[in-house]
């Protein structure tokens, strides 16, 4: 037998199957392993989601992974980067036939902030593992709050330029809008157990309306 051939037939079969796997972790898209992410959140709650069962749950290898993801905490903030920020991407269509640039402000900020009260991993989050967003409201804005406040800082230049808001400091004016957006969002659920939702929308609607009237 021709051990030298044999060799670099075994080390070609392995660097090929090495190949293939590599091939095979590319070919899952990131929304395969996020989508298996949220499954085990809503199921179990953010502490107790492993990369083991995200991988799973996703029926790939856990290398699969942990060649897109270094650990736990950069799955979920993928994950939640995601899910808000396509929750707040459609909420921005409420807005598509708004007379002018504060109306439609303020129906994209009503309708963000009840999408993401009923949405099932904000309301898993808060009730499960609440500690978790208190970071986000006393420490930093995570990727989602910047991303709301560019779409906000992009509406009131507009309204500024259409008459339809009162002109100020664009980086303070959605700054604030935001703090006023996230303040309902985190808490509508409580708010609600003695007041209607309904009219509470309402009022923030209205409050917000007020404060960028000219």
Do not use: W
Not at 123 to 146: F, H, N
Not at 170 to 198: H, I, K
């Amino acid at each position: 037998m021709d051990v030298k051939r044999h060799t670099t037939e075994t080390a070609g079969s392995s660097a090929l199957a090495d190949t293939r796997n590599r091939q095979t972790a590319t070919r899952v898209a990131d929304d395969v392993l996020l989508d298996a992410a949220r499954s085990c959140v809503l199921a179990v709650g953010v502490r107790r989601t492993t990369l083991a069962e995200i991988a799973r749950t996703a029926r790939v290898s856990r290398m699969t992974v942990y060649r897109r993801f270094p650990d736990v905490r950069s799955v979920l903030a993928a994950l939640m980067t995601r899910e808000f920020s396509g929750l707040l991407r459609t909420a921005s269509e409420r807005g598509a036939e708004a007379a002018n640039s504060r109306e439609r402000l303020v129906l994209i900020a009503t309708a963000g902030v009840r999408a993401l009260a009923a949405d099932p991993l904000f309301r898993t989050l808060l009730d499960v593992d609440p500690e978790l967003v208190l970071p986000y409201i006393v420490e930093r804005l995570g990727a989602t709050q910047k991303f709301a406040e560019q779409a906000m800082h992009q509406l009131l230049e507009a309204g500024h330029q259409d008459g339809s808001i009162r002109r100020a400091p664009v980086a303070a004016q959605s700054r604030s809008v935001l703090l006023v957006v996230q303040s309902f969002a985190f808490s509508l659920r409580p708010a609600t157990a003695d007041v209607g939702e309904a009219a509470l929308l309402a009022e923030f609607t209205h409050v917000l309306d007020a404060a960028l009237k000219p």
